[in-house]
């Protein structure tokens, strides 16, 4: 059974209304879960960059404080060689002196010494004896 000419051009129409009456309802409603979907995703995407925004800003106060710290550290440090540099002068003081004073306790020592050997060489040669 052959369909006429008629029949087809009728069944194309048939066809092409259904299809009109539902493609545009579905595609509207397409295009608006799309849009819901890209609605959703920019928020997530602004939420995902204040997240990021606030990360960076929390590295950036945590990055100056650990400077300040390391500054004040390396002020402590300085203070301290600082008292170990005066430290050290007046250990220095103490060795200088220490070394004045064995300069004249071997001159008075050396003194004492050779005095008392000229008397007793002295005594020994000029006493009777």
Same mark, same amino acid.
């Given at each position: 059974?052959?369909?006429?000419?008629?029949?087809?051009?009728?069944?194309?129409?048939?066809?092409?209304?259904?299809?009109?009456?539902?493609?545009?309802?579905?595609?509207?409603?397409?295009?608006?879960?799309?849009?819901?979907?890209?609605?959703?995703?920019?928020?997530?995407?602004?939420?995902?960059?204040?997240?990021?925004?606030?990360?960076?800003?929390?590295?950036?106060?945590?990055?100056?404080?650990? =400077? %300040?710290?390391?500054?004040? *550290? #390396?002020? $402590?440090? @300085?203070? +301290? /060689?600082?008292?170990?540099?005066?430290? =050290? %002068?007046?250990?220095?003081? *103490? #060795?200088? $002196?220490? @070394?004045? +004073? /064995?300069?004249?306790?071997?001159?008075?020592?050396?003194?004492?010494?050779?005095?008392?050997?000229?008397?007793?060489?002295?005594?020994?040669?000029?006493?009777?004896?």
């Amino acid at each position: 059974m052959a369909l006429a000419e008629d029949d087809i051009q009728r069944i194309r129409d048939i066809v092409r209304e259904e299809l009109d009456a539902r493609t545009p309802e579905s595609l509207v409603r397409y295009d608006i879960e799309l849009r819901e979907r890209l609605v959703r995703l920019e928020e997530e995407l602004k939420h995902q960059r204040e997240l990021m925004e606030q990360g960076f800003r929390a590295m950036d106060r945590r990055f100056s404080d650990l =400077l %300040e710290y390391i500054d004040k *550290r #390396f002020e $402590q440090v @300085d203070k +301290r /060689f600082e008292q170990v540099d005066k430290r =050290l %002068e007046a250990l220095e003081r *103490r #060795f200088i $002196q220490m @070394d004045q +004073r /064995f300069d004249r306790f071997m001159r008075w020592s050396f003194s004492l010494t050779t005095g008392v050997g000229l008397l007793i060489v002295a005594a020994v040669k000029y006493l009777p004896g």
